[in-house]
């Protein structure tokens, strides 16, 4: 509202002073009306102006005869008349008459001067511009007003919702009412009115709190805040369902670790109760699965294979009942593990009328054993990368240690362990010339080097032992092309015998 107030008086002052100034700075034609000194009057002005003719004709176009019995001269008309009508009065020496829409006819410019042609055309093209600019100023002032009355309708409204203590006593009169515009009065009307509205407003601006407080009709009870607070209290509910339902799982868990850990417990009290018994056993042991693998002949397709896989190891015992049928040309292959990139991790061979050799890596150690009488010999290996230590035992004494054998070198998991061929490749690709003849029995392998007192034990059947990684076990032990199972328990056979 101080914006348009103060725009609406500027605009009103600029017009005022717009065409005061245009009025003012209109040149007089040259005439001998001009040299009259300033205190000649109205009828010697006309007396000089009808002795010159031509400058009195440039002239009427701005001052004209006030008081003149005949209409001015239009553009086209012929020439005046021999005999001018006597000089009338001027009223004064500023007022206007309206100017011709179309300019004078090529005759009247013809016979001007120079100098009077371009004095017309200057005051036509002011004449205009003066229309033009108090038509810009009057749509602008007439916008003002509309607005000026929509602000105050708005107002209007605004106080009638007010209690009737805090509305505005006095009458409300429309500040823009048609009157003329360059009056002073109405200029200082409008800025009474401006500010009587910015004070109203910032009255009611600073009273609207009071009006909520004072309001006398109970306000009805809000839906958005009742929705919100329902759905406030259906979010704790979820959430406080979430809590007990996971308060819930991990009771249960909790529960569930408890009775797995006592189920690891009695099967750890179960292994150990076994371990005691068996150091203290009697030499009447018997194996829990007392059988034996038979190859009966050398070929490429018999052989048993371990269902179990080995883990990484760093040491290893390896012990077994076998009794050769190759008739002395060579026992073969009666063991081998082949890893992913390495055929010969673990291989027992003896091939032809070479002695017995252990395999590591590729790396060969000889082995210092017999098995070629036919009968039941317990062969025991033991190994360690800690500089390539290895032992060999036959019927539980020692036959030859040495080292460097793949020192440092550490045993792969997750091979493939097979009885009686030598792998040239992943659990495959057997030589017949390689294969072992005979049965094997008790093949067992534990993940440290055992004591010598241990393989006596095993070789006597006075210490019976499982091996810890794979144990001596019908369901780890699958035959097949041919190669069969039987029940037979070593350590009765040698009681026997």
Same mark, same amino acid.
């Given at each position: 509202l101080k914006f348009l107030a103060v725009l609406l008086a500027a605009g009103m002052l600029a017009f005022l002073g717009a065409v005061i100034c245009i009025i003012a700075s209109v040149p007089l034609a040259a005439s001998p009306a001009r040299a009259l000194p300033g205190g000649a009057d109205n009828a010697s002005a006309a007396s000089a102006a009808a002795a010159s003719p031509g400058p009195q004709?440039?002239?009427?176009?701005?001052?004209?005869?006030?008081?003149?019995?005949?209409?001015?001269?239009?553009?086209?008309?012929?020439?005046?008349?021999? #005999?001018?009508?006597?000089?009338?009065?001027?009223?004064?020496?500023?007022?206007?008459?309206?100017?011709?829409?179309?300019?004078?006819?090529?005759?009247?410019?013809?016979?001007?001067?120079?100098?009077?042609?371009?004095?017309?055309l200057l005051l036509q093209s002011t004449a205009e511009q003066l229309r033009q600019t108090a038509l810009q100023q009057e749509a602008r002032i007439r916008a003002d007003q509309d607005t000026i009355r929509e602000l105050t309708g708005k107002l209007g409204r605004c106080e009638s919702g007010l209690p009737r203590g805090l509305q505005d006593p006095g009458p409300r009169r429309d500040a823009m009412a048609d009157g003329p515009w360059d009056s002073p009065a109405l200029i200082l009307e409008l800025e009474d009115a401006v500010r009587a509205l910015r004070d109203r407003i910032d009255r009611i601006e600073q009273e609207l709190p009071v009006r909520v407080n004072l309001s006398a009709a109970p306000a009805p009870a809000p839906v958005v805040p009742t929705a919100l607070h329902s759905k406030m209290d259906e979010l704790e509910g979820q959430l406080l369902a979430k809590v007990l339902a996971l308060e819930k799982e991990r009771v249960a868990l909790s529960h569930s670790s408890q009775q797995q850990r006592q189920e690891v417990e009695k099967e750890l009290d179960?292994?150990?109760?076994?371990?005691?018994?068996?150091?203290?056993?009697?030499?009447?042991?018997?194996?829990?699965?007392?059988?034996?693998?038979?190859?009966?002949?050398?070929?490429?397709?018999?052989?048993?294979?371990?269902?179990?896989?080995?883990?990484?190891?760093?040491?290893?015992?390896?012990?077994?009942?076998?009794?050769?049928?190759?008739?002395?040309?060579?026992?073969?292959?009666?063991?081998?593990?082949? =890893?992913?990139?390495?055929?010969?991790?673990? =291989?027992?061979?003896?091939?032809? #009328?070479?002695?017995?050799?252990?395999?590591?890596?590729?790396?060969?150690?000889?082995?210092?054993?017999?098995?070629?009488?036919?009968?039941? #010999?317990?062969?025991?290996?033991?190994?360690?990368?800690?500089?390539?230590?290895?032992?060999?035992? $036959?019927?539980?004494?020692?036959?030859?240690?040495?080292?460097?054998?793949?020192?440092?070198?550490?045993?792969?998991?997750?091979?493939?362990?097979?009885?009686?061929?030598? $792998?040239?490749?992943?659990?495959?690709?057997?030589?017949?010339? $390689?294969?072992? =003849?005979?049965?094997?029995?008790?093949?067992?392998l534990w993940d440290h080097a055992l004591t010598?007192?241990?393989?006596?034990?095993?070789?006597?059947?006075?210490?019976?032992?499982l091996g810890n990684i794979l144990p001596w076990e019908d369901k780890?032990?699958?035959?097949?092309?041919?190669?069969?199972?039987?029940?037979?328990?070593?350590?009765?056979g040698r009681a026997k015998a």
């Open positions: 004709r440039s002239l009427s176009a701005l001052h004209g005869a006030g008081g003149s019995a005949g209409p001015p001269a239009l553009p086209g008309a012929p020439a005046a008349s021999a #005999h001018p009508l006597p000089p009338v009065p001027l009223f004064s020496r500023f007022l206007c008459t309206p100017l011709a829409a179309a300019c004078p006819s090529g005759t009247e410019q013809g016979d001007a001067a120079p100098g009077e042609r371009e004095e017309l179960a292994l150990q109760d076994r371990v005691a018994e068996l150091e203290h056993g009697s030499s009447a042991y018997s194996p829990p699965d007392a059988f034996k693998i038979s190859i009966p002949i050398r070929n490429n397709y018999m052989y048993a294979r371990v269902r179990k896989a080995l883990p990484e190891l760093y040491a290893f015992t390896v012990c077994m009942w076998l009794r050769s049928r190759s008739g002395g040309t060579g026992q073969g292959t009666p063991f081998s593990y082949s =890893v992913p990139g390495q055929a010969n991790e673990i =291989v027992l061979l003896e091939a032809g #009328h070479d002695p017995m050799e252990l395999l590591i890596n590729d790396k060969v150690a000889q082995l210092p054993l017999s098995l070629k009488d036919s009968g039941w #010999h317990h062969i025991c290996i033991a190994w360690t990368t800690r500089d390539g230590l290895w032992s060999a035992y $036959q019927d539980g004494e020692l036959r030859g240690s040495g080292e460097n054998l793949a020192a440092w070198h550490p045993i792969k998991p997750h091979g493939i362990l097979i009885l009686g061929q030598e $792998q040239d490749t992943l659990g495959g690709r057997f030589d017949a010339t $390689q294969a072992f =003849v005979g049965d094997i029995a008790q093949f067992n010598p007192a241990q393989v006596l034990g095993l070789a006597n059947c006075t210490g019976p032992l780890l032990v699958e035959v097949f092309g041919g190669a069969t199972k039987a029940t037979f328990d070593v350590c009765q």
